[in-house]
């Protein structure tokens, strides 16, 4: 029987941050990390887990981008959403500002690429994880991670380019 | 790649790299001790959870009692959802006279109902056939192959399972009287729906043709009419509901027909010939708040000590009492089973008349501080609340909890049906009849040879999570489901197979026989429809010589 509660004590915080970055509120940070560790238990009951912190990193992942996903979906529920500050020494408010309002526009875009393209552009951008790692988590070679990563950049170019465009004329998501 | 992308893409990649670097430099605020205990207490309830078992299979394997309280408690559940938009009553458009004087004039209706819902982590669907006479005869058939036959008039409930000739006779005593949650209520209430629509949606295939739609959108939820633009017939119903607590996020009424002869022996209450029987009783009369209390005592101490995530009607609950009846002699089996019922009676009529909410998620049995359901009484100036160690209190509604907003509260797994998403049904030889839903295109079905003489694995994948099963069938086939949301099914058969591809809302995209070894399918946007918000759907065939050809109805 696993010690469940070294195993929160040992990768809580580092799923938490994870995925705090990526949804930007405490709540859905909250309930992100409840179900990834729900999530984990139930896989690590269907075989042994190798590694703790890379399963977590994909759950995590996966379900941060599903709430991501939700968000869209629920576009009432998007303009609600905090959008926390950037603590940096030097820049102004109006760098800060601009600075939260790109990360809100890098999540929006994630939300709408294919699931395993956002994970895969995640794991490496956001959590540095290397080619064969996620390739590893994703059960895929090296090689189609590379495809997946250039194809979401690809995706996220063309996605906050309209954005861009629909910022610029003042339209809504 | 055109200029003016080319001149977007330097810019585009800096602020790609400046959004990353922002997202890095996010604060995080430390993550709080109790979310910390609440992340541990959930890991200990889910490793001691029984092993996750797909919808279907659970169903499946219970016992026809419970298999006819699952069909009733999923009646309930559409009843209700379909009461939520009863209310929404607005002027009535002239679109609309047509179809809501065929409904009013019907006396028969038959219908196939999709419903996405999910067990406690993977998203799965329902999908089943009911039909409907007046006075009050309903059969509904499971795509499972369980049948239940509901006789109003007479206060009796058959369940029949072809696959083992079994039958169980309920004997109802009384339906509970108000609400409109009841099911004699249900062709009723979509007459209501039909009073009110605004919003006009325009036009879209659905079933290949031509339809116009309309929609009624409130607070509560939305509906969606879809009008066959040439027989003026109804073509799909979608109903989307946005209330906290609400069961099923989406339901989705097709087939539709009305007014087709529906002979007697449909409704029989006499179990067909080579039948074994068995009756017993079901206190389905008007249930009490002392029903609610009793139900929520058993459920947690079936549930170590926790109140269940939720207490609406649907499969999950009856899933968690036959595990927990296992071992159990049948006197304490069926007074466990009707407890679940009379609670989810109390539930179902209080959420439609009295805004009955539902907050006991992660709350232990005896907590006397935490509120766990309330619900207005009288005037409503008033609520009733029932708390933790199961004592209830009256509470003004200033004094009531905060409640969740119901958007943000529909998990992600349980996603509602989207335009475009695929359910591929299978029937084998064997009459086995499997299904996996909410697939994202492309989707590929292979059917592969099983060359292997080990009992076959019946397994599926989604969303991070993995379920397995054993299966006892001779299986000379696997059949093999991929999506690019990683959905993955592994299926064993006895083919040749019967396999049916629907799309959630344009309808049946192809339905072909006598598949065998070497076929596959390709499920995927046409050509320059796939990056619309409704992108159009086709079925290609593959054989075993490698040839392709659309299937897409009939093709």
């Given at each position: 029987?696993?010690?469940?509660?070294?195993?929160?004590?040992?990768?809580?915080?580092?799923?938490?941050?994870?995925?705090?970055?990526?949804?930007?509120?405490?709540?859905?940070?909250?309930?992100?990390?409840?179900?990834?560790?729900?999530?984990?238990?139930?896989?690590?009951?269907?075989?042994?887990?190798?590694?703790?912190?890379?399963?977590?990193?994909?759950?995590?992942?996966?379900?941060?981008?599903?709430?991501?996903?939700?968000?869209?979906?629920?576009?009432?529920?998007?303009?609600?959403?905090?959008?926390?500050?950037?603590?940096?020494?030097?820049?102004?408010?109006?760098?800060?500002?601009?600075?939260?309002?790109?990360?809100?526009?890098?999540?929006?875009?994630?939300?709408?690429?294919?699931?395993?393209?956002?994970?895969?552009?995640?794991?490496?951008?956001?959590?540095?994880?290397?080619?064969?790692?996620?390739?590893?988590?994703?059960?895929?070679?090296?090689?189609?991670?590379?495809?997946?990563?250039?194809?979401?950049?690809?995706?996220?170019?063309?996605?906050?380019?309209?954005?861009?465009?629909?910022?610029?004329?003042?339209?809504?998501? | 790649?055109?200029?003016?992308?080319?001149?977007?893409?330097?810019?585009?990649?800096?602020?790609?790299?400046?959004?990353?670097?922002?997202?890095?430099?996010?604060?995080?605020?430390?993550?709080?001790?109790?979310?910390?205990?609440?992340?541990?207490?959930?890991?200990?309830?889910?490793?001691?959870?029984?092993?996750?078992?797909?919808?279907?299979?659970?169903?499946?394997?219970?016992?026809?009692?419970?298999?006819?309280?699952?069909?009733?408690?999923?009646?309930?559940?559409?009843?209700?959802?379909?009461?939520?938009?009863?209310?929404?009553?607005?002027?009535?458009?002239?679109?609309?006279?047509?179809?809501?004087?065929?409904?009013?004039?019907?006396?028969?209706?038959?219908?196939t109902?999709?419903?996405?819902?999910?067990?406690?982590?993977?998203?799965?669907?329902?999908?089943?056939?009911?039909?409907?006479?007046?006075?009050?005869?309903?059969?509904?058939?499971?795509?499972?192959?369980?049948?239940?036959?509901?006789?109003?008039?007479?206060?009796?409930?058959?369940?029949?399972?072809?696959?083992?000739?079994?039958?169980?006779?309920?004997?109802?005593?009384?339906?509970?009287?108000?609400?409109?949650?009841?099911?004699?209520?249900?062709?009723?209430?979509?007459?209501?729906?039909?009073?009110?629509?605004?919003?006009?949606?325009?036009?879209?295939?659905i079933d290949g043709?031509?339809?116009?739609?309309?929609?009624?959108?409130?607070?509560?939820?939305?509906?969606?009419?879809?009008?066959?633009?040439?027989?003026?017939?109804?073509?799909?119903?979608?109903?989307?509901?946005?209330?906290?607590?609400?069961?099923?996020?989406?339901?989705?009424?097709r087939d539709?027909?009305?007014?087709?002869?529906?002979?007697?022996?449909?409704?029989?209450?006499?179990?067909?010939?080579?039948?074994?029987?068995?009756?017993?009783?079901?206190?389905?009369?008007?249930?009490?708040?002392?029903?609610?209390?009793?139900?929520?005592?058993?459920?947690?101490?079936?549930?170590?000590?926790?109140?269940?995530?939720?207490?609406?009607?649907?499969?999950?609950?009856?899933?968690?009492?036959?595990?927990?009846?296992?071992?159990?002699?049948?006197?304490?089996?069926?007074?466990?089973?009707?407890?679940?019922?009379?609670?989810?009676?109390?539930?179902?009529?209080?959420?439609?008349?009295?805004?009955?909410?539902?907050?006991?998620?992660?709350?232990?049995?005896?907590?006397?501080?935490?509120?766990?359901?309330?619900?207005?009484?009288?005037?409503?100036?008033?609520?009733?609340?029932?708390?933790?160690?199961?004592?209830?209190?009256?509470?003004?509604?200033?004094?009531?909890?905060?409640?969740?907003?119901?958007?943000?509260?529909?998990?992600?797994?349980?996603?509602?049906?989207?335009?475009?998403?695929?359910r591929?049904q299978?029937?084998?030889?064997?009459?086995?009849?499997?299904?996996?839903?909410?697939?994202?295109?492309?989707?590929?079905?292979?059917?592969?040879?099983?060359?292997?003489?080990?009992?076959?694995?019946?397994?599926?994948?989604?969303?991070?999570?993995?379920?397995?099963?054993?299966?006892?069938?001779?299986?000379?086939?696997?059949?093999?489901?991929?999506?690019?949301?990683?959905?993955?099914?592994?299926?064993?058969?006895?083919?040749?197979?019967?396999?049916v591809v629907y799309d959630y809302?344009a309808g049946t995209l192809a339905s072909l026989?006598?598949?065998?070894?070497?076929?596959?399918?390709?499920?995927?946007?046409?050509?320059?429809?796939?990056?619309?918000?409704?992108?159009?759907?086709?079925v290609?065939?593959?054989?075993?010589?490698?040839?392709?050809?659309?299937?897409t109805r009939g093709?």
């Open positions: 029987m696993e010690d469940w509660s070294k195993v929160v004590a040992e990768h809580g915080e580092a799923v938490w941050q994870a995925t705090f970055r990526l949804l930007g509120n405490e709540p859905d940070a909250s309930d992100c990390v409840q179900e990834t560790f729900v999530a984990a238990v139930k896989v690590s009951r269907h075989e042994p887990v190798r590694s703790w912190p890379a399963l977590l990193r994909r759950l995590g992942t996966m379900q941060a981008l599903c709430i991501l996903r939700q968000r869209v979906r629920q576009r009432k529920h998007l303009e609600a959403i905090e959008v926390p500050e950037i603590q940096d020494p030097a820049p102004g408010p109006a760098d800060r500002a601009q600075a939260a309002e790109v990360a809100e526009a890098l999540r929006k875009a994630l939300a709408r690429l294919p699931e395993q393209q956002a994970v895969a552009f995640s794991l490496r951008f956001l959590e540095d994880l290397s080619y064969e790692q996620i390739a590893e988590a994703l059960g895929l070679s090296s090689n189609a991670v590379g495809v997946l990563i250039h194809r979401a950049r690809t995706r996220l170019r063309q996605l906050m380019t309209v954005m861009d465009v629909l910022e610029s004329r003042g339209d809504h998501d | 790649m055109t200029e003016k992308n080319s001149n977007h893409r330097e810019p585009m990649d800096q602020l790609i790299e400046q959004a990353i670097d922002s997202i890095r430099r996010t604060p995080a605020p430390p993550m709080q001790p109790g979310v910390q205990a609440a992340v541990v207490a959930k890991m200990r309830l889910a490793s001691r959870q029984p092993r996750l078992v797909l919808l279907y299979e659970r169903i499946r394997a219970m016992k026809p009692r419970n298999k006819l309280v699952a069909a009733a408690s999923f009646l309930f559940a559409i009843g209700a959802t379909v009461a939520l938009l009863a209310v929404m009553m607005a002027r009535p458009a002239v679109a609309f006279a047509d179809v809501k004087a065929q409904l009013q004039q019907a006396k028969t209706i038959q219908m109902m999709s419903m996405p819902t999910s067990t406690a982590t993977v998203p799965v669907d329902m999908r089943m056939k009911m039909l409907i006479k007046e006075p009050g005869l309903i059969r509904i058939e499971m795509d499972i192959g369980v049948v239940t036959i509901i006789d109003i008039p007479a206060k009796k409930m058959l369940a029949l399972e072809p696959a083992k000739k079994e039958a169980v006779l309920l004997d109802v005593g009384q339906f509970p009287a108000g609400g409109n949650t009841q099911p004699q209520n249900m062709l009723e209430n979509i007459r209501k729906c039909l009073d009110g629509s605004e919003q006009a949606l325009g036009e879209r295939k043709k031509s339809a116009e739609g309309f929609c009624v959108k409130k607070d509560s939820g939305e509906m969606e009419v879809w009008v066959d633009k040439a027989s003026g017939n109804l073509a799909m119903i979608k109903i989307t509901s946005r209330l906290p607590g609400t069961p099923l996020p989406s339901v989705i009424l539709i027909v009305l007014n087709q002869e529906l002979p007697d022996s449909l409704f029989s209450l006499k179990p067909p010939e080579g039948y074994s029987l068995k009756q017993q009783a079901l206190n389905m009369s008007q249930p009490v708040e002392a029903d609610l209390v009793a139900g929520l005592a058993m459920m947690a101490s079936i549930g170590d000590g926790q109140f269940p995530d939720s207490v609406t009607p649907g499969p999950e609950l009856g899933s968690k009492v036959e595990q927990a009846a296992k071992g159990k002699n049948e006197q304490e089996h069926q007074a466990m089973t009707q407890k679940m019922v009379r609670m989810i009676l109390f539930v179902s009529i209080q959420a439609k008349t009295n805004r009955f909410q539902y907050a006991g998620k992660g709350v232990k049995l005896g907590d006397a501080a935490k509120p766990i359901a309330w619900w207005r009484q009288g005037d409503g100036s008033t609520y009733r609340v029932l708390f933790g160690d199961l004592n209830l209190k009256d509470l003004l509604a200033s004094e009531l909890p905060a409640t969740a907003t119901a958007p943000a509260s529909v998990p992600c797994s349980m996603p509602a049906a989207e335009p475009g998403l695929v591929v299978i029937i084998d030889k064997a009459g086995n009849n499997m299904s996996v839903g909410l697939l994202r295109p492309e989707v590929v079905v292979r059917i592969e040879k099983n060359t292997s003489t080990r009992p076959a694995e019946l397994w599926t994948k989604g969303m991070g999570q993995f379920s397995k099963a054993t299966s006892k069938m001779v299986a000379d086939l696997i059949i093999r489901i991929d999506d690019p949301r990683e959905q993955r099914a592994n299926l064993p058969a006895s083919g040749p197979v019967k396999i809302e026989d006598n598949l065998s070894a070497g076929v596959s399918l390709t499920v995927k946007p046409k050509a320059g429809t796939g990056e619309t918000a409704n992108p159009e759907l086709v290609e065939l593959r054989d075993a010589e490698g040839k392709t050809r659309d299937v093709k």
